[in-house]
């Protein structure tokens, strides 16, 4: 709102009298010193990322710490960039979790790199929305070639990739999340058209609430997410004590459902589970899902980027029967959150669910490309197939092999060196870069002791619970991590050990 309406209240302001507005001849006339002020702001990221071993990975801050830090208003005139600056680590820093120091072993790891930073920065730049073709060409085109170079480094099948000629292809998609709910709503679509044709007499009511979708009650929670947000009923299957989602328990449900009177539609087969890295059975649920006509996804999230190397490859045996494939890149593949990275063997079933096409959207071109837009749940997108162009041609492929192995190699070292200790255990298989562990004895030594180790703020994990048994997981995460972090953790996790175990 312009000055003269904020203050005239005799309702003679310029405006209303429609006289000229003086503005300046752009906003940056008085900031052209933001380009320096752009450049210092890489040696700070630098700075940040190369010394953040040095920080205290979990912040000590309490809720609601920030807002006496900053003004209560937006200033009227700009602030200094000196003063910018130093609110970074006077009012930001103190309440960041360090995500990329090696003495973060929470959750998953989130990807990181210089050249995926830098790629985000060119891609900000450009600042395109690359909704259609025509909203900016090279957003789409390399979106489809890097999908392709990504599709070709882990061995999927040909159906998949646009360059095989055929109906497939791949899409970026925010989070994994955001592909679990685009692979059900379009098989939702495809079952409703079918059972349309069978029974052109039921009404899409009626059919709707019939389907069903199946995964594994070890399921990442954003699958239960995309079924409330679906609108449909999903079905947690036990898994094996092994944590696995088999063939027969899925099979078993599938006839059940259907002798109900119900429509099975989706099956979502999980690689690398959140709780444990555990791998569902593909090579056996893949058939059944096939055998029914039930849309299968596998959600790969974390572990799908180990697929770029062929001893992890077995993992993923019966992918050819997959409909739809899915892994995050931003995960463990050195490129910056977001980028998840999903195939479909035909994605007319989203297009088509998805198609809305006003005047303003449309273009000459269309149907010679893919108008992305079709194929995710906003309509806006960025420029991501950059960071992982950049990724891909500064690291090679060879490199970013090496990161996942050396990972892999690291948990292996965790693990060695708890099992050395005969107060603790190891919960399942040590798979990928995820150590699953615990003292024995009661659940609550375990919540105790998990306490203590995030509380002395030096090192960071999260627990988890598969059926009574309460657990410690211990991720590898930074892209900076080597032995002697490994050797740190550990020592901080025994001498709270130590501590709780004297009492
Ligand atoms: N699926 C699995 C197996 C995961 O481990 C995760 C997150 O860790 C997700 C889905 C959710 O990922 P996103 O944050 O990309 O939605």
């Not at 680590?89 to 790199?113: C, D, L, Q």
Request: hydrophobic residues 40%; proline residues 5%.
């Amino acid at each position: 709102m312009s000055e003269s309406l904020l203050t005239d209240k005799t309702g003679n302001s310029s405006e209303r009298n429609c006289e000229p507005k003086k503005s300046p001849e752009s906003i940056d006339m008085e900031a052209a010193e933001f380009k320096d002020f752009a450049k210092s702001m890489i040696d700070y990221i630098a700075e940040y990322l190369e010394n953040i071993r040095d920080r205290r990975v979990l912040p000590e801050v309490k809720p609601g710490y920030l807002r006496p830090l900053i003004p209560d208003n937006a200033p009227l005139k700009p602030d200094s960039w000196e003063d910018v600056m130093s609110d970074i680590e006077r009012v930001i820093m103190p309440g960041v979790t360090h995500w990329h120091s090696p003495k973060f072993h929470a959750y998953f790891p989130t990807a990181n790199s210089y050249p995926a930073i830098v790629a985000d920065m060119l891609s900000g730049a450009i600042a395109c929305i690359g909704f259609t073709w025509i909203a900016s060409p090279a957003c789409t085109e390399l979106e489809v070639v890097m999908l392709d170079w990504l599709g070709k480094m882990l061995d999927l099948p040909a159906e998949f990739l646009a360059c095989s000629g055929g109906k497939g292809g791949g899409v970026i998609q925010g989070t994994a999340s955001e592909a679990t709910l685009v692979a059900l709503l379009g098989a939702k679509a495809k079952k409703i058209l079918e059972v349309k044709e069978q029974h052109p007499n039921w009404d899409e009511n009626t059919i709707i609430s019939k389907l069903v979708a199946y995964s594994s009650a070890q399921a990442h929670s954003s699958v239960e997410r995309a079924g409330l947000l679906g609108g449909i009923k999903l079905k947690s299957i036990p898994a094996d004590k092994n944590n696995r989602l088999r063939g027969p328990a899925l099979e078993e449900a599938i006839k059940k459902d259907i002798d109900d009177g119900l429509i099975p539609f989706y099956v979502v087969v999980t690689l690398g589970t959140t709780n444990s890295c555990a791998f569902d059975n593909l090579e056996e649920c893949g058939p059944i899902g096939n055998k029914y006509n039930v849309w299968i996804h596998v959600d790969a999230a974390y572990a799908g980027s180990a697929f770029i190397c062929p001893e992890y490859r077995h993992l993923m045996k019966g992918i050819e029967t997959a409909d739809s494939f899915n892994f995050n890149p931003h995960k463990w593949m050195l490129v910056n959150f977001d980028c998840s990275a999903m195939w479909l063997k035909d994605p007319s079933w989203l297009v088509n669910a998805f198609n809305v096409d006003p005047l303003y959207l449309k273009h000459d071109m269309q149907g010679s490309a893919p108008d992305y837009r079709h194929w995710q749940i906003p309509l806006g997108r960025r420029f991501r197939a950059l960071k992982i162009w950049f990724v891909l041609r500064l690291y090679g492929v060879e490199n970013i092999q090496a990161h996942i192995r050396r990972h892999c190699e690291f948990a292996k070292y965790f693990e060695k060196l708890c099992v050395e200790d005969s107060r603790f255990e190891i919960v399942g298989e040590v798979n990928m870069g995820l150590v699953c562990f615990r003292l024995k004895g009661p659940n609550e030594r375990n919540e105790v002791l998990l306490k203590r180790i995030n509380g002395r703020g030096n090192v960071h994990m999260v627990p988890s619970k598969i059926g009574d048994v309460y657990f410690l997981r211990m991720a590898i995460c930074s892209r900076f991590t080597q032995t002697s972090d490994i050797e740190y953790t550990w020592k901080e996790i025994s001498d709270a050990a130590n501590e709780i175990l004297k009492n």
